[in-house]
């Protein structure tokens, strides 16, 4: 047996000011680093060791991991960062305040594009890559996504480095975003494409994991 604890990082700047984010990069509020200590006193009282930290390459995630890790004493730990676990990417959307958006195309389109499995938002015309990811390759960065696309690049993440860890005997955390944790969720709990609309990911709440020998989902816990 094995447990997985995952974590939507905390508020940011772009969620308190109601703006698409994606894999813009933006800090923690104050807000966000409090609900980075709670959850973290949240994770403690569970008394769980874990093997590694799994996070994405945006710093609203690092920040909330490394916060976490200090308030478990587990700081030591091995710390992986991927892309693969960066929020979904928003497109043109990128930058703009949701309600603003809303007011332009109305809620039933705005829901769709936020909420939806396999719509993909307008696009951006031409992507400026961020020097962070030239090291993977000159076009990584997309010009949008939708939750599929997101679901597909994740799920090799999965497969090659937080499930063996996990069959191994070993706990996992994962600390990302909202999206991202939509699609994980999405394939630990198969959930229908039609019903992931319904599927929220709050900043700061833990979700456990446990896990039989074989990676069969034994129980869902909201911590």
């Not at 076009?139 to 994740?154: K, V």
């Not at 480095?161 to 996992?172: M, S």
């Amino acid at each position: 047996m094995a447990t997985l604890v995952i974590l939507r990082h905390g508020e940011s700047v772009a969620n308190r000011d109601n703006i698409f984010t994606g894999w813009s990069d933006v800090p923690l509020t104050a807000k966000g680093r409090k609900q980075a200590q709670q959850a973290g006193e949240i994770v403690a009282q569970t008394g769980i060791r874990f093997e590694a930290l799994h996070t994405s390459m945006l710093q609203r995630a690092i920040v909330t991991a490394n916060i976490v890790l200090e308030c478990i004493d587990q700081l030591e730990i091995p710390e992986y960062k991927s892309w693969r676990l960066n929020e979904r990417h928003y497109g043109a959307l990128r930058g703009q305040n949701k309600a603003a958006v809303k007011a332009q195309v109305g809620a039933n389109q705005l829901k769709i594009w936020r909420r939806s499995f396999n719509v993909v938002p307008p696009l951006l015309e031409t992507v400026h890559q961020d020097r962070r990811y030239d090291r993977f390759s000159p076009h990584l960065e997309p010009r949008g996504e939708s939750l599929e696309m997101a679901y597909d690049r994740l799920l090799p993440y999965w497969v090659n480095q937080v499930a063996p860890r996990l069959l191994a005997g070993k706990n996992q955390l994962i600390v990302a975003h909202g999206s991202t944790l939509r699609a994980l969720i999405k394939y630990l709990d198969r959930v229908p494409d039609a019903d992931i609309a319904k599927v929220e990911v709050a900043n700061g709440e833990p979700i456990r994991y446990d896990f039989d020998a074989h990676l069969n989902v034994l129980a869902k816990t909201p911590l």
